[in-house]
């Protein structure tokens, strides 16, 4: 009998255990996404998929993916002297950039890698949209966005760049909201962060300036083709869409991080201080958890700190983690469905700026599998 009395006791704390751990707020495992051997640049993320596949550039300029712990360098199995990688779908197709000089400028043109094969595409000359191309984001239909530089002539064009949606060899030009251009980037902390682009259904997501009054808006374009501003919030003047979920939820920044969905524009708010000085919204998952940065008004590292916006709440990621871990999380660029994070953030001092992958603690499948085995062990003392 003291036997049984002590199981009971043990299974009642490890069931009271699961239960705190359900109604806590979620717990993070954050590893490093090693630099390209030989680069001393960070390796910068951008996109993470179902799988944990991570696609983004080094600040030299080099496409990289990290799966398994091990960061590898692209350029040589794209071609280019230089690259980037932008988005990574479920298939593990990747979209960006290569070229000859400086991804940008002149030359660069976009191209998609899939199943250890590598195709390159531009707009068609006729659209003007020719001097430089990179892929921005693809679901898992295969449709893509690019965004192209002007080649043109024209002085007010030149220099701009301009979205098309490139599906198997077909070119649809996105349009713009009456202005000169219409984009889709968006300029992040350091260098430029590039949303999902585009979501299951073929909405593609991003910017453009408008007649009048001539601000950039975020807009959507859906998969009839129609172009939508989705205006911008009270006091901002500007507005930009980084990124769309499958639900058709997307995710910006208007002075502040933004939330459009079916409730309307919703600001997200920022972080307390000293990280109060305005936010950004990078990505959303379709379960709609956002993920994103919130600025300190003190321009020198870390400049910002990451965070989570979950139900209703604002949470910044540095507070998830072991605080005896060395990071300061600065910015959060994707996340997938699983709740894995990618970003950036300082490791050790301010001066040395990192990739990262952050896991939920327990997984959530892990977690799955530990209340049924739970709920088994706390039956298991009826039979003694």
Request: hydrophobic content about 40%; some cysteine.
């Amino acid at each position: 009998m003291a036997f049984s009395k002590t199981f009971f006791v043990v299974s009642g704390i490890l069931l009271t255990g699961v239960e705190q751990s359900l109604g806590a707020q979620q717990q993070y495992t954050i590893e490093l996404i090693p630099k390209i051997d030989g680069n001393f640049n960070p390796s910068i993320p951008a996109a993470i998929n179902s799988s944990g596949e991570v696609v983004g550039t080094a600040l030299g300029n080099s496409a990289f993916i990290y799966q398994n712990g091990v960061t590898t360098d692209l350029n040589a199995i794209i071609g280019g002297v230089v690259s980037t990688a932008r988005a990574i779908n479920d298939e593990g197709d990747i979209v960006g950039a290569k070229g000859i000089s400086p991804v940008g400028n002149s030359g660069s043109v976009a191209y998609l890698y899939s199943n250890g094969q590598v195709t390159t595409f531009a707009p068609p000359a006729d659209t003007l949209y020719t001097s430089s191309a990179e892929g921005t984001g693809i679901n898992a239909a295969g449709q893509i966005v690019v965004r192209a530089q002007y080649a043109g002539s024209d002085p007010n064009l030149q220099s701009h760049d301009h979205a098309f949606l490139y599906d198997h060899g077909t070119w649809t030009d996105v349009g713009s909201l009456g202005g000169s251009y219409v984009n889709t980037l968006a300029t992040g902390v350091i260098g430029e962060q590039f949303g999902t682009g585009i979501n299951a259904s073929g909405t593609i997501v991003g910017y453009s300036i408008t007649a009048s009054p001539g601000a950039d808006r975020a807009f959507t374009f859906d998969a009839q083709h129609n172009i939508t501003n989705l205006g911008t919030l009270p006091g901002a003047h500007d507005s930009f869409a980084t990124a769309v979920n499958d639900n058709g939820q997307v995710v910006g920044v208007a002075g502040q991080a933004v939330l459009y969905d079916a409730a309307g524009n919703i600001g997200l708010g920022t972080l307390p201080a000293p990280f109060n000085n305005g936010s950004r919204a990078n990505d959303i998952n379709n379960l709609g958890v956002i993920v994103g940065n919130s600025d300190s008004p003190v321009d020198k590292p870390p400049y910002s700190h990451a965070f989570i916006y979950e139900n209703g709440v604002m949470t910044d990621l540095n507070s998830l983690i072991d605080p005896a871990s060395g990071w300061t999380l600065s910015d959060a660029i994707a996340l997938n469905d699983k709740g894995q994070i990618v970003g950036l953030g300082y490791l050790g001092s301010l001066n040395n700026l990192e990739g990262f992958v952050l896991t939920p603690v327990p997984e959530p499948a892990t977690l799955c599998l530990l209340v049924p085995g739970l709920a088994l062990l706390g039956r298991r003392k009826k039979h003694f």
